[in-house]
């Protein structure tokens, strides 16, 4: 059982940063593939970013390419993502997810993740 907290969310004008953190509890976090979902209001939750669980490979979404770093620390049983250039449409709930130990497969699918935080919000002014 993998427990997941997010924190680093906040109010922030367009063009502006934020980093957002997942904790996660347990031994097993650097087995876990761990990614990066939001969901915006009236929106489904659409995939942001992910990494798998050597930390070798990455993917984002093209909407945040280039602009969102994705990034895992396994000594400290964190992961991150920086957000640059924000921009008012990045507004929404961010969730942390993790999937099952040793995942490889799709990681830009929702489905194919099994532990979730309960999610931190970000809202972009412009």
């Known amino acids: 059982q993998v427990q997941l907290v997010e924190s680093g969310g906040g109010l922030v004008q367009a063009g502006g940063s934020l980093r957002l953190s997942c904790a996660a509890s347990g031994r097993t976090f650097s087995r876990h593939a761990m990614g990066w979902f939001r969901q915006a209001p009236g929106k489904e939750r659409e995939f942001v970013a992910s990494i798998i669980w050597s930390g070798v490979g990455t993917y984002y979404a093209d909407s945040v390419k280039g602009r969102f770093t994705i990034s895992r620390d396994n000594a400290k049983n964190t992961v991150y993502l920086q957000m640059n250039s924000l921009k008012p449409e990045d507004t929404a709930v961010y969730y942390c997810?993790?999937?099952?130990?040793?995942?490889?497969?799709?990681?830009?699918?929702?489905?194919?993740?099994?532990?979730w935080g309960q999610g931190t919000q970000v809202t972009v002014s412009s």
């Open positions: 997810a993790a999937t099952f130990q040793y995942y490889s497969g799709n990681y830009y699918s929702s489905a194919n993740y099994v532990y």
